[in-house]
T-cell receptor, first 114, second 113 residues
Framework: NAGVTQTPKFRVLKTGQSMTLLCAQD?????MYWYRQDPGMGLRLIHY???????AKGEVPDGYNVSRLKKQNFLLGLESAAPSQTSVYFC?????????????FGNGTRLTVT | AQSVSQHNHHVILSEAASLELGCNYS??????LFWYVQYPGQHLQLLLK??????LVKGIKGFEAEFIKSKFSFNLRKPSVQWSDTAEYFC???????????FGTGTSLTVIP
């Protein structure tokens, strides 16, 4: 049972380059999320999805796009990377919002933009 | 908008000392409350959660938390910490009526052997 899998684990980009981070979950969860983690700022929500084909903006969506074409996958794209996007990115999923369903996290992607 | 405050940014304790980490949230409605732990180099893992019922919740590894509704607080406690508890701890809130989780800025705990 893999849970939530993120690829890649590490990436270095130059300013202006683009990339896509992939998140896959095998728990049949409806909800999926992308967070960024920065020192002293905790986790901030970038975008989230409440089901296949739907996405919504979180706290810090600028500079990112997402897609949820399949229920098990949630992609995070950076069209033109900036040094301010240097961060650790975590994908998470949850079964529902009912009953206090917790988030299940992936292992993270460490992105450096030079 | 909801917010979550963790007032202790960095805590250093000796082994066997007692731990209490504060968490306060701002939201007037019904919430679910969580504590997550992140060991060095790893992803966040659920320690415990409160959904309803007994406000004193017990989690893994001897941790517990108490929900005090009147104080909008959900403090994490452990009677006797171990070196292996060295990690970052995050409090999180999710409103029953919403789809988003809100995280505190985290508390870094260092336990000295």
């Amino acid at each position: 049972n893999a849970g939530v899998t993120q690829t890649p684990k590490f990436r270095v980009l130059k300013t202006g380059q683009s990339m896509t981070l992939l998140c896959a979950q095998d728990m049949n969860h409806e909800y999926m999320y992308w967070y960024r983690q920065d020192p002293g700022m905790g986790l901030r929500l970038i975008h989230y999805s409440v089901g296949e084909g739907t996405t919504a903006k979180g706290e810090v969506p600028d500079g990112y796009n997402v897609s949820r074409l399949k229920k098990q996958n949630f992609l995070l794209g950076l069209e033109s990377a900036a040094p301010s996007q240097t961060s650790v990115y975590f994908c998470a999923s949850s079964y529902s919002m009912e009953g206090g369903s917790p988030l299940h996290f992936g292992n993270g992607t460490r992105l450096t933009v030079t | 908008a909801q917010s979550v405050s963790q007032h202790n940014h960095h805590v250093i304790l000796s082994e066997a000392a007692s731990l209490e980490l504060g968490c306060n949230y701002s939201y007037g409605g019904t919430v679910n409350l969580f504590w997550y732990v992140q060991y060095p180099g790893q992803h966040l893992q659920l320690l415990l959660k409160y959904f309803s019922g007994d406000p004193l919740v017990k989690g893994i590894k001897g941790f517990e938390a108490e929900f005090i509704k009147s104080k909008f607080s959900f403090n994490l406690r452990k009677p006797s910490v171990q070196w292996s508890d060295t990690a970052e701890y995050f409090c999180a809130v999710n409103a029953r009526a919403g789809n988003q989780f809100y995280f505190g800025t985290g508390t870094s705990l260092t336990v000295i052997p």
